[in-house]
């Protein structure tokens, strides 16, 4: 029995900022952004959107009448939570009018969050083949106006159902993964803003992903030549790029080239939207599904790295069900349809944060199907559109 990705959708709000006006407000060079950090434009993310919103108005397009009844667990992965002590799965499940008799959970650790879904979800489905598990990564990656962490700001969710006989891709069973208690990421309680070693934090991914990469081919016995392509998670598209060049040299000339070709696939929606923290890894896999030409068979190496820190390489391959013309025409259209804010509006709607009192939001400028209203009796007032 293969388990697996069946399906993956992807949610960011329809406003973004071009990085070379920022760089031009910033008076940096523009080619840093673009080629040095590797990202073009970043997601802005109204007030109106958190990450319940995104997460549900990804999930509400993996989720039907069909496989409603079929989902045993709702995991959320996130590192932007909306309280401390409830889960963000339990609105989703709500408002995505799941069943009652599910599992709701959410999930931290950085951007790994998702990743540790998958795997728990992936565990599930082997003892559970009927049933499917939902698993979401929704965030909003905040580093502060001015600050060198800010052009790799972004937000948005994915939502993927696992399932026996996926349609996208089938899990392999080994994974292979480290953790160590590091300082080179973090938000303290208090703070709105994330707090980041950044240097630091490259030298620990680079690290991380190459000893679990050995770890990997030491258990399994396989090889460069046994992967077309890796996707990785993508704080900023270069980081990527920096870790595949840790190991390209074990493939052969042509095989590099091979693999360069599907990095550049696997980049090209995440250097648009900006980070997602959970959902970088899993909306560059989406891009290098629907950007590159795989077929099926063909396995695919998914490096997971969430800073504090935590890092997983595991792996899988191509469904014979494999189809993406229905992804690609929606991110033509999502892409073709957005709207462009300048660096005041940015500013704007950055510092427009949710007050800790009961709030009315105007919600008419945003297009999505679920929004946030505002605030009542400190509970978060949630709205879809088309209940
Ligand atoms: N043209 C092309 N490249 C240029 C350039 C130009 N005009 N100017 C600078 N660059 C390159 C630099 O050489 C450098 O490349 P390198 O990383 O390959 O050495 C890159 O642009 C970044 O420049 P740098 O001066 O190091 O940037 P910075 O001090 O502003 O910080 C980060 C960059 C990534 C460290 C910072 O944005 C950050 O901390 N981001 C958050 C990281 C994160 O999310 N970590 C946690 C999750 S893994």
């Not at 997601?43 to 993996?62: E, G």
């Not at 963000?88 to 408002?95: E, G, T």
């Not at 980041?196 to 000893?211: L, Q, W």
């Not at 598209?237 to 590099?256: D, F, I, N, Y």
Request: glycine share 6%; charged share 20%.
């Amino acid at each position: 029995m293969h388990i697996g990705i069946d399906q993956l959708e992807f949610y960011a709000p329809s406003t973004y900022l071009d990085l070379t006006e920022l760089a031009d407000a910033r008076q940096v060079d523009p080619n840093k952004y673009l080629i040095g950090i590797g990202q073009s434009q970043q997601a802005v993310i109204p007030v109106t959107q958190d990450v319940v919103t995104m997460a549900a108005n990804a999930a509400s397009r993996v989720i039907n009448d069909e496989n409603r009844n079929k989902i045993a667990m709702v995991l959320f992965g996130t590192e932007s939570g909306i309280d401390h002590s409830k889960s963000a799965a339990m609105y989703l499940k709500r408002l995505l009018q799941l069943p009652d008799n599910i599992r709701a959970i959410e999930l931290k650790q950085a951007c790994y969050g998702a990743t540790a879904g998958v795997q728990f979800a992936r565990d599930y489905v082997a003892l559970h083949p009927e049933q499917q598990v939902l698993v979401v990564g929704s965030d909003i990656a905040r580093y502060g106006l001015k600050t060198p962490g800010e052009v790799t700001q972004g937000g948005g969710a994915v939502a993927m159902t696992i399932s026996a006989e996926p349609a996208l891709l089938n899990l392999d069973d080994v994974s292979t993964f480290r953790s160590e208690d590091i300082m080179d990421f973090w938000r303290p309680l208090y703070r709105t803003e994330a707090l980041v070693d950044g240097r630091y934090s490259e030298n620990v991914y680079i690290d991380f992903f190459k000893a679990v990469w050995a770890n990997y081919q030491s258990q399994t016995n396989r090889h460069i030549r046994d992967f077309e392509a890796f996707a990785f998670h993508l704080p900023f598209t270069k980081m990527g790029l920096k870790a595949l060049r840790a190991v390209l040299p074990e493939a052969s000339e042509q095989q590099q080239s091979q693999l360069m070709t599907n990095f550049e696939a696997s980049r090209v929606y995440n250097r648009l939207v900006g980070n997602l923290y959970t959902g970088s890894l899993y909306l560059s896999l989406r891009s290098l599904f629907d950007q590159a030409t795989l077929k099926p068979g063909q396995r695919i190496g998914l490096f997971s790295y969430g800073s504090g820190a935590e890092g997983e390489f595991y792996s899988g391959t191509i469904s014979d069900k494999f189809d993406v013309e229905a992804s690609k025409a929606w991110f033509d259209h999502y892409f073709a349809n957005r709207t462009q804010v300048d660096v005041a509006t940015y500013e704007r709607l950055f510092k427009q944060q949710l007050p800790n009192h009961d709030v009315l939001l105007d919600t008419r400028q945003d297009d999505a199907r679920f929004v946030l209203a505002g605030i009542k009796h400190d509970q978060r007032q949630y709205v879809d559109r088309e209940a």
